[in-house]
């Protein structure tokens, strides 16, 4: 539904979850400034139990190999509510994953939004990555066990191997502000 519908988003949207999920929730470049929350549907939970990191967590524009199992990736008007993210986890300097990741690019000068890597689509009208917010949540045993692995010394104290709780990370080279109003408020992460 995100992905079909984030980008005609006119008004304010609840997006209500409740239960449990084995898939990553990923919001993409979203463009407009209609907020888009995402919480779980009142009375119930919604957890996303989430195992290992599969190369399609990954969005191919992203400047790191960062797997969010929340990801808001060159996205504006967005906001993470009462989620609980747990169990991610990968094995080597691969994938990195992440609880809940907000990130942006903008050291590229490509605008065509089909060709990687391309410059974020909140620049494309003068615009920038925006009004995030990360409130309330719980992330817990978010792990990249490689460091575990005393057969593989090359892991051990290796800058390439982490994991992430919760993120917000603006990549690229250019000097203007990438991602503005981030707020990231009351959340717990554990393991």
């Given amino acids: 539904w995100i992905a079909a519908n984030e980008n005609t988003i006119t008004a304010p949207t609840v997006l209500c979850l409740a239960g449990k999920f084995d898939n990553p ?4 470049s979203k463009t407009t400034t209609a907020l888009l929350e995402v919480a779980p549907t009142p009375g119930q939970t919604a957890t996303f139990d989430l195992g290992t990191v599969q190369a399609a967590d990954t969005n191919p524009n992203q400047y790191w190999s960062d797997s969010g199992g929340i990801s808001i990736v060159d996205s504006r008007s967005v906001e993470i509510y009462g989620l609980t ?3 991610y986890t990968f094995d080597g300097p691969r994938h990195v ?7 942006t690019r903008s050291d590229t ?3 065509k939004q089909s060709k990687l890597p391309h410059l974020s689509a909140c ?4 615009g920038s990555c925006s009004d995030i917010y990360i ?8 792990t990249n066990r490689a460091d575990e692995n005393y057969t593989t010394k090359s892991f051990c104290d290796n800058g390439n191997v ?17 991602l503005q109003h981030v707020v990231v408020e009351d959340n717990t992460v554990t393991g």
């Fill in 162 to 178: 982490a994991a992430y709780g919760v993120a917000v990370i603006a990549g690229g080279s250019a000097t203007s502000q990438q």
């Fill in 135 to 142: 409130i309330d949540n719980t992330v817990t045993d978010i």
């Fill in 25 to 28: 929730l990923q919001i993409w």
């Fill in 123 to 126: 620049f494309l009208s003068g």
């Fill in 97 to 103: 994953p992440a609880g809940i990741y907000v990130t």
């Fill in 109 to 111: 000068k490509n605008t």
């Fill in 85 to 87: 993210v747990e169990n």
